[in-house]
T-cell receptor, first 114, second 115 residues
Framework: DTGVSQDPRHKITKRGQNVTFRCDPI?????LYWYRQTLGQGPEFLTY????????KSRLLSDRFSAERPKGSFSTLEIQRTEQGDSAMYLC????????????FGPGTRLLVL | AQKITQTQPGMFVQEKEAVTLDCTYD???????LFWYKQPSSGEMIFLIY??????QNATEGRYSLNFQKARKSANLVISASQLGDSAMYFC????????????FGGGTRVLVKP
């Protein structure tokens, strides 16, 4: 049984560079979510997809952030012109639409912007 | 607006004892789900237990049980027979029908199990 996977697990970049993260959901799951977690806080919602459609975006998702899920399978999250405030853990989760729908999380990508 | 509050930033518990983690929530939506996740130092969020707002009985999953008091808007997690591997951050989260499918998380409680 393959869970949610994320790549890379860690990323160190310099301010102003672009970074891209990948998330592979559980294979039969049609919903995919991105969250951001800063140190000592709970995760905060960024965006979510149902199949390939991006259905909701948080106000936290500035113009420098873009997410895609081109074929309704894996998803990418790109941050352009990174800032030190972007340093955080980026968590991906997936779920299967249903009444007791549960989101299952990947291991996360830790981003450090120098 | 929906909100989750976890008032205990950290707790110590003796191995083999039970521990209760507090969670209160605020929503005007009658249809919602409550979740508890465990986050070890590795960072991955591990799903523990779910309680629906219309569920009549408190949820249980192995050593985890959820003490759901709807009128008080609380959903406390009870971990019985604590083990060293239970040392982690624990997050309470909520999903409401009105707010779509995203989870709103509390600030978390750090649990340290002492041998």
């Amino acid at each position: 049984d393959t869970g949610v996977s994320q790549d890379p697990r860690h990323k160190i970049t310099k301010r102003g560079q672009n970074v891209t993260f990948r998330c592979d959901p559980i294979s039969e799951h049609n919903r995919l979510y991105w969250y951001r977690q800063t140190l000592g806080q709970g995760p905060e919602f960024l965006t979510y997809f149902q199949n390939e459609a991006q259905l909701e975006k948080s106000r936290l998702l500035s113009d420098r952030f873009s997410a895609e899920r081109p074929k309704g399978s894996f998803s990418t999250l790109e941050i352009q012109r990174t800032e030190q405030g972007d340093s955080a853990m980026y968590l991906c989760a997936s779920s299967l639409k249903g009444r007791q729908e549960t989101q299952y999380f990947g291991p996360g990508t830790r981003l450090l912007v120098l | 607006a929906q909100k989750i509050t976890q008032t205990q930033p950290g707790m110590f518990v003796q191995e083999k004892e039970a521990v209760t983690l507090d969670c209160t929530y605020d929503t005007s939506d009658p249809s919602y789900g409550l979740f508890w996740y465990k986050q070890p130092s590795s960072g991955e969020m591990i799903f523990l237990i779910y309680q629906g707002s219309y569920d009549q009985q408190n949820a249980t999953e192995g050593r985890y049980s959820l003490n759901f008091q709807k009128a008080r808007k609380s959903a406390n997690l009870v971990i019985s027979a604590s083990q060293l591997g239970d040392s982690a951050m624990y997050f309470c989260a909520m999903r409401t029908k009105a707010a779509g499918n995203k989870l709103t998380f509390g600030g978390g409680t750090r649990v340290l199990v002492k041998p």
